[in-house]
């Protein structure tokens, strides 16, 4: 900790050592950064660090099972069907709604682009699921999308169905709340992301004769893909890491047993610190291969302005 | 490959229009209405993929606007089991889920941490970013990077080390250590923010400033303070948000009497060997939604979060 805070610090001694320093941005300005570098490093990177070491130090009960001395942790993540296998249920979910969101908010910003009536009060609609929060919605789903809610005596009496959707409890409810709370979010960025794009592009591709299909695929989704490959991520992340409503309208010990939950299972309820963090740090490392992977597919993007906000 | 291209056979036009766009330039007049098709195409309402758009949007607001009236609806219920709707309204389930939750004492604690975290991240994330916005440094890509970790990886995975980090210590189920914990995500969210907020002001102001003999603190208090207001502001107001909807941090580190609303509604519909009866929980997340929208309303009248991107044009004139 000491080693970077002396960094900020302007060094004594001759001016010319001052100035060479400051020739290389080393100057008294430099000390702003000090309570944000001494507050990540105490409260991100020494606690990572700290467990990190414990991931290497695993309960006797985790050795004894599952041998590899000090990577028992890991080896029991890997070897342990139970626990494995929520890094597979927890990309089934993310994926999927990240996807959606991102696809489905496309032809809708499009659509929206233009002026219409009641433009004011949809974009304030879409802002609504920010306030309800996760417990909201889920209390919500239980009771409107429920076996006696309002969406299945609606469908039944309707005759559309004759036994009960069940949305929650399940896969399902998770992914519809994961789509409540991540789609305005994924809509509002696409949105202004299209904003930034030129109009003029598309008129000229117009006056060129060029139909809707050509103009989408050759201007518009070209210039947007970047602003995708962000959206997408921040969307992805968002859905990752779900954990409340894994709990409260998933089937947190089935379908729905996401990493989040795994790993707060061994810290609240088993006490086994070390597997705790050895899971929460697998999570981490699972969410940013997949950013990599989406970072790296962007790289080969078309990369120019995009109106200032890509 | 083709649209890649098509783009290169373009490369003029992109930057000089994005210039463009964010000038405050005039409405053009092909943005008003019907003028922006030409004749040959279809009207916009007749087009079909304009119906799915439609529809799609109707669903979402199904489900939205149904998730909100059947919690509200609930929350004043009596009993309500498979009809259309309760068989009466009382209010009392507040009453009594403020005396069970003591929320007077939840919903102080919880704003007292808001709050708290919104200082502190900004005092230690605007001088910060104001660093990255002005100055070149050695390892300056590094420490950038450092600051974007906490916001993509997931609570969790930095929640758990340092909540066993936070117990070791002792302080767990404490407020401060609830108010640690949200500073995590919350001064690299406002370093993010700020720091292209700051960069977009024109240092030629604060190089003026100082030629006129003003000093560092002159500076910062007089010239750059009132101009970042804004971008505090705006900063300030997704980290409140942020901040009070945060669950996983929180529940890691929280007790009884620390916990947040949210962690308190959590625990009520999970709490082991039957949870609390339905309109209850109905009654708390009402109230934690009501002071969300309230917050909000008062915090958009001051302020446009906006602001953070949409100031690039209006110092630019």
């Known amino acids: ?310 | 490959m083709t649209t890649q291209d098509t783009n290169r056979s373009t490369p003029q036009e992109v930057p000089v229009g994005a210039e463009d766009s964010a000038l405050p330039v005039p409405e053009p007049p092909s943005r008003q209405r019907g003028d922006d098709r030409i004749p040959g195409d279809k009207s916009l309402s007749a087009q079909p993929s304009t119906w799915l758009a439609w529809a799609g949007i109707a669903a979402f607001l199904v489900f939205l606007l149904g998730i909100l009236i059947s919690v509200v609806i609930d929350s004043f219920g009596r009993a309500w089991y498979d009809d259309w709707l309760p068989t009466g309204f009382t209010p009392s389930w507040y009453g009594q889920a403020w005396a069970r939750f003591e929320l007077t004492h939840v919903i102080a604690v919880t704003l007292v941490v808001a709050f708290s975290v919104v200082v502190l991240s900004v005092l230690i994330g605007v001088p910060a970013s104001y660093v990255l916005a002005r100055h070149q440094f050695p390892f300056k890509k590094a420490v950038t990077a450092l600051f974007l970790l906490p916001v993509i990886i997931p609570p969790i995975t930095f929640g758990i080390p340092l909540a066993t980090v936070i117990y070791n210590v002792g302080l767990g189920r404490t407020v401060l250590a609830v108010i640690l914990v949200n500073l995590v995500p919350s001064v690299p969210f406002v370093i993010i923010t700020m720091t292209p907020f700051i960069e977009q002001i024109n240092p030629a102001i604060e190089n003026a400033a100082r030629m006129s003999g003003a000093r560092m603190r002159h500076v910062f208090l007089r010239i750059l303070g009132p101009m970042l207001v804004p971008g505090i502001l705006a900063a300030a107001i997704l980290v409140l948000v942020r901040t009070v909807g945060m669950f996983e941090l929180t529940y890691l580190v929280s007790g009884p009497g620390t916990e947040t609303l949210v962690v308190t509604i959590f625990r009520a519909m999970t709490s082991a060997g039957g949870s609390e009866p339905r309109p209850l929980v109905s009654a708390m997340a009402f109230v934690y939604t009501a002071m969300m929208l309230v917050t909000l309303i008062i915090a958009l009248r001051f302020v446009n979060p906006t602001q953070l991107v949409a100031r690039v044009g209006d110092t630019d004139d």
């Open chain 1, 1 to 310: 900790m000491t080693a970077q805070a002396t960094r900020g610090r302007p060094s004594r001694g001759s001016a010319s050592l001052r100035h060479r320093l400051a020739d290389r941005g080393i100057d008294a300005q430099l000390l702003m950064m000090v309570p944000a570098i001494v507050f990540i490093l105490a409260l991100f990177v020494y606690p990572f660090a700290y467990g990190f070491g414990l991931t290497l130090q695993p309960t006797e009960e985790t050795v004894e099972r599952w041998g590899g001395g000090i990577f028992a942790n890991y080896l029991r993540f890997f070897g342990d069907a139970f626990t494995f296998e929520s890094v597979w249920l927890t990309a089934r979910l993310a994926i999927p709604a990240a996807l959606l969101n991102v696809l489905v908010s496309i032809p809708l910003a499009i659509k929206l682009q233009h002026r219409f009536r009641g433009k004011r009060l949809l974009s304030t609609l879409l802002v609504l699921p920010i306030t309800l929060g996760t417990v909201l919605t889920a209390q919500g789903l239980l009771i409107f999308a429920g076996r006696q809610g309002w969406l299945n005596q609606a469908l039944i009496n309707l005759g559309i169905l004759d036994t009960p959707l069940e949305l929650v409890h399940n896969y399902i409810g998770v992914l519809l709340s994961l789509i409540i709370s991540g789609f305005p979010f994924a809509f509002l960025l696409i949105s202004s992301y299209l904003s930034g794009i030129d109009p003029s592009l598309d008129r000229a591709a117009r006056s060129l004769g060029a139909g809707w299909a050509q103009r989408f695929t050759k201007i518009t989704l070209p210039l947007l893909a970047p602003g995708l490959a962000t959206t997408f991520i921040l969307t992805f992340v968002l859905a990752f890491s779900v954990f409340p409503s894994a709990t409260l309208v998933g089937d947190p010990s089935g379908s729905t047993r996401v990493l989040a939950v795994v790993a707060y299972r061994f810290f609240g309820e088993q006490f086994d610190y070390p597997m705790a963090s050895t899971v929460a740090i697998m999570m981490g490392l699972a969410e940013l291969i997949v950013v990599a992977i989406v970072l790296f597919a962007r790289s080969f993007l078309y990369k120019g302005s995009t109106g200032g906000k890509g």
